[in-house]
């Protein structure tokens, strides 16, 4: 079984539904809290399952698109086990300072994509009891924030890749279950 396979067997929706195209339906909080607290739970259910099946080294996350859930809320775990839930997110503001590191996706998992993407991200997002704020993520996790937010608004990485840049198969890829590499300088 492919690691592909082994996503869509523990029912993470795969690469050509088209609800991974499209922009998710945001919630209008604390109206729908009840809502929102389900699709979290089926997402953390889902993240779970998917590992039971993969060992998730740099952490991982999840989108409800990928659990064929029309609706803006994300999920991240931290290499060290913290979640973070995200509803309505948007990234506001960006370092300029980047980096390039290969990623996976649930959804295509049987390649990984090298990505350009900023060492910090401002992520303006909305609690359960709708409340707005800005959330700074840094290095790893503004990686992992930054692919879900792309989730919601119906982009997958390998638009963020460089032209010319194509992603290798997974049996080529070296960095499963290790962290996120990052320099004294961040880099």
Not at 51 to 80: C, E, L, N, T, Y
Not at 83 to 106: A, H, K, W
Not at 125 to 145: K, P, S, Y
Not at 164 to 171: F, K, L, R, T, Y
Request: hydrophobic share 40%; charged share 25%; net charge negative.
């Amino acid at each position: 079984m492919t690691a592909s396979e082994r996503m869509r067997a523990v029912g993470v929706v795969q690469e050509g539904d088209p609800i991974l195209l499209k922009r998710a339906r945001p919630f209008t909080l604390p109206d729908e809290a009840e809502d929102a607290r389900r699709v979290v739970a089926e997402l953390v259910s889902a993240c779970e399952r998917a590992s039971s099946v993969h060992v998730f080294g740099k952490g991982m996350g999840m989108a409800a698109p990928q659990i064929g859930i029309d609706r803006a809320a994300a999920i991240v775990r931290s290499p060290d086990g913290e979640m973070v839930t995200l509803f309505n997110p948007r990234i506001v503001e960006e370092s300029s300072d980047t980096d390039e590191q290969y990623e996976g996706c649930l959804s295509f998992f049987d390649v990984r994509g090298m990505v350009p993407r900023p060492l910090a991200i401002s992520v303006e997002h909305t609690d359960v009891d709708g409340q707005q704020r800005i959330t700074i993520f840094e290095r790893g996790m503004a990686r992992l924030v930054a692919h879900e937010v792309d989730h919601l608004h119906g982009l997958l990485y390998r638009l963020r890749m460089r032209e010319g840049v194509e992603p290798i198969p997974v049996s080529e890829y070296r960095g499963t279950g290790s962290s996120w590499q990052y320099g004294a300088s961040g880099e």
